[in-house]
């Protein structure tokens, strides 16, 4: 960054009315949503004891997008964008008020899970589709990263709060508090944000569209590798989340530790993310093996440490080394033709969302086999493997992305 660049900063994205709306909708729900997936693991994890219960109530979340993902977040296209926001959110409240009932039955814990899954691709691609009307420029740079911050901030301090909370006022009490976020979001956006027209378009084949961006996408070595890195990396990063009701378990400990545990990764990428975007291109492209290394290393020591204080030192550590995904994310966005962001952005989006769902469902049948400590670095060692010979891979790509670009400039 160099010093004539006219940077706009958090302070003036705050400053514009609409976009503070934006974002206390943003980080209500997924501070609610990230309560609420804790407080249903511990529940699911004490009923049945088993480690792939407890993981399989992420794993569904993440699943979702399978179908929401290209399917369901064209409806920010076709209707009103802050309409399709309030709508999910009024339906994420009813749903997880589902929940308080006394002893809620697995079935109903888990389709309530699906069914709030589905809601997320509508109302993420609607608040993306509608930030730009909002701020625009620099504007929108400096409030699409504080927005992404949150997100991994959200994470810390719902994954915290969440277990927290359990402790305190029961596994009912967080979920009531995950359906009023949900609700005090809709009334935000009813009051703060202005409607607006659904944008005229020419109505064209959706499958049509899905399928022009996957080839896009598959016609670029870059474009693949990046998105693969990425993938690869967030699926190393999820597996000790998912695991860390598990690990706390047979640790002998309670919902407290769970929560600090499962906080720790996303901890760690909102320290190392702020350090990150203050670097050029030139210099975070240099990064990203050191980054792995940091990712991994300390995950295929979790075996050989026990307690809480030292599995979450080696996990906040390994939470820097997710950072590695935001220099995979920003080279893609870089990379990919403006016509095609859109749907480049939707097939990322559904990749990163249903290889973490997998990894999540495979490393807890698996726990309950070898133990979550031994899944979590196993998962480090093949992740290792795999992104450190797919980094050579990757520059190769880069070098002839980059002489193409000058020989059509």
Same mark, same amino acid.
């Given at each position: 960054?160099?010093?004539?660049?006219?940077?706009?900063?958090?302070?003036?994205?705050?400053?514009?009315?609409?976009?503070?709306?934006?974002?206390?909708?943003?980080?209500?729900?997924?501070?609610?949503?990230?309560?609420?997936?804790?407080?249903?693991?511990?529940?699911?994890?004490?009923?049945?004891?088993?480690?792939?219960?407890?993981?399989?109530?992420?794993?569904?979340?993440?699943?979702?997008?399978?179908?929401?993902?290209?399917?369901?977040?064209?409806?920010?296209?076709?209707?009103?964008?802050?309409?399709?926001?309030?709508?999910?959110?009024?339906?994420?409240?009813?749903?997880?008020?589902?929940?308080?009932?006394?002893?809620?039955?697995?079935?109903?814990?888990?389709?309530?899970?699906?069914?709030?899954?589905?809601?997320?691709?509508?109302?993420?691609?609607?608040?993306?589709?509608?930030?730009?009307?909002?701020?625009?420029?620099?504007?929108?740079?400096?409030?699409?990263?504080?927005?992404?911050?949150?997100?991994?901030?959200?994470?810390?301090?719902?994954?915290?709060?969440?277990?927290?909370?359990?402790?305190?006022?029961?596994?009912?009490?967080?979920?009531?508090?995950?359906?009023?976020?949900?609700?005090?979001?809709?009334?935000?956006?009813?009051?703060?944000?202005?409607?607006?027209?659904?944008?005229?378009?020419?109505?064209?084949?959706?499958?049509?569209?899905?399928?022009?961006?996957?080839?896009?996408?598959?016609?670029?070595?870059?474009?693949?590798?990046?998105?693969?890195?990425?993938?690869?990396?967030?699926?190393?990063?999820?597996?000790?989340?998912?695991?860390?009701?598990?690990?706390?378990?047979?640790?002998?400990?309670?919902?407290?530790? $769970? !929560?600090? &545990?499962?906080?720790? %990764?996303?901890?760690?990428? /909102? +320290? *190392?993310? @702020?350090?990150? =975007?203050?670097?050029? #291109?030139?210099?975070?492209?240099?990064?990203?093996?050191?980054?792995?290394?940091?990712?991994?290393?300390?995950?295929?020591?979790?075996?050989?440490?026990?307690?809480?204080?030292?599995?979450?030192?080696?996990?906040?550590?390994?939470?820097?080394?997710?950072?590695?995904?935001?220099?995979?994310?920003?080279?893609?966005?870089?990379?990919?033709?403006?016509?095609?962001?859109?749907?480049?952005?939707?097939?990322?989006?559904?990749?990163?969302?249903?290889?973490?769902?997998?990894?999540?469902?495979? $490393? !807890?049948? &698996?726990?309950?086999? %070898?133990?979550?400590?031994? /899944? +979590? *670095?196993? @998962?480090?060692? =093949?992740?290792?493997? #795999?992104?450190?010979?797919?980094?050579?891979?990757?520059?190769?790509?880069?070098?002839?992305?980059?002489?193409?670009?000058?020989?059509?400039?």
């Amino acid at each position: 960054m160099t010093s004539g660049e006219n940077r706009a900063t958090y302070r003036e994205a705050l400053a514009v009315p609409e976009f503070r709306a934006i974002f206390v909708s943003q980080g209500l729900s997924l501070v609610g949503d990230h309560v609420a997936r804790i407080a249903i693991a511990l529940l699911v994890y004490a009923r049945t004891g088993s480690a792939f219960a407890a993981s399989a109530t992420y794993g569904c979340s993440f699943l979702t997008w399978l179908v929401g993902g290209p399917v369901l977040s064209a409806l920010a296209d076709r209707h009103r964008r802050r309409h399709i926001m309030i709508v999910t959110d009024l339906a994420r409240f009813a749903l997880v008020a589902l929940l308080l009932v006394p002893e809620p039955p697995l079935w109903l814990v888990f389709a309530v899970l699906v069914a709030v899954g589905l809601l997320a691709p509508p109302f993420e691609s609607a608040r993306s589709a509608l930030l730009p009307d909002i701020v625009t420029g620099e504007l929108y740079v400096a409030g699409n990263s504080l927005i992404n911050t949150t997100i991994q901030g959200a994470q810390v301090a719902g994954f915290f709060i969440g277990g927290l909370l359990v402790s305190l006022i029961s596994v009912r009490g967080a979920l009531a508090l995950d359906a009023a976020t949900f609700l005090v979001s809709a009334a935000v956006l009813r009051l703060a944000i202005a409607e607006r027209p659904v944008v005229e378009r020419e109505r064209t084949s959706l499958i049509g569209d899905v399928v022009a961006g996957v080839h896009f996408v598959r016609a670029d070595p870059y474009l693949r590798g990046l998105l693969a890195y990425g993938v690869l990396a967030a699926v190393v990063a999820i597996v000790p989340e998912g695991l860390a009701v598990a690990v706390a378990g047979d640790d002998g400990n309670g919902a407290r530790t $769970a !929560g600090i &545990l499962t906080a720790t %990764i996303p901890l760690g990428y /909102v +320290v *190392a993310s @702020a350090v990150i =975007l203050r670097w050029s #291109a030139e210099q975070r492209a240099r990064q990203m093996l050191p980054l792995t290394l940091v990712l991994c290393l300390p995950l295929l020591l979790t075996p050989l440490v026990s307690g809480t204080a030292l599995t979450a030192v080696l996990w906040l550590v390994a939470g820097a080394g997710t950072a590695v995904q935001l220099i995979a994310s920003v080279a893609y966005v870089a990379g990919t033709a403006p016509e095609f962001r859109g749907r480049a952005f939707g097939l990322a989006g559904t990749a990163l969302m249903l290889s973490q769902g997998v990894a999540l469902l495979l $490393a !807890g049948a &698996l726990a309950d086999l %070898i133990g979550p400590r031994s /899944v +979590v *670095a196993v @998962a480090a060692g =093949l992740g290792l493997l #795999a992104l450190v010979a797919m980094r050579s891979t990757l520059a190769g790509a880069q070098g002839n992305a980059q002489v193409r670009r000058r020989s059509t400039g």
